[in-house]
């Protein structure tokens, strides 16, 4: 399953997604990567390179809003479908009503990573 032995590691990672989801740079990411549409209405650009343009910005938005929901993988199993689909449902969430879910999540993994530390 690819999954992290280690309950430290799986602490630290879920104590990492929770003050990430916090930060600035996550709610920042969070709004551009929520609407897709507005997004482009805001960046369009014109041609082929245009078009590629604004799909790298556009991606590195969604990367810098999932990343460390991402890494949460190594920690539950990068390989476990029911992980992965639990992560997805959660991106989900968090992309239709937005920063309330990402804050109160990061007090939950926060939550999470210090039981894995403790125990």
């Given at each position: 399953m690819m999954a992290s032995s280690s309950k430290t590691f799986a602490g630290l990672l879920f104590a990492a997604a929770g003050?990430?989801?916090w930060s600035a740079l996550k709610h920042a990411c969070l709004r551009h990567c929520r609407s897709p549409l507005h997004f482009i209405v805001q960046?369009?650009?014109?041609g082929r390179l245009g078009a590629l343009r604004m799909g790298l910005i556009h991606g590195l938005y969604?990367?810098?809003?999932?990343?460390?929901?991402?890494?949460?993988?190594?920690?539950?199993?990068?390989?476990?479908?029911?992980?992965?689909?639990?992560?997805?449902l959660f991106v989900l969430a968090e992309k239709v009503w937005g920063e309330a879910v990402a804050r109160a999540s990061g007090v939950a993994m926060l939550g999470v990573g210090a039981y894995l530390l403790v125990v």
């Open positions: 003050l990430y989801q960046h369009w650009r014109q969604c990367i810098g809003c999932c990343w460390v929901l991402m890494g949460l993988l190594f920690a539950g199993g990068v390989m476990n479908l029911v992980w992965i689909a639990a992560i997805a």
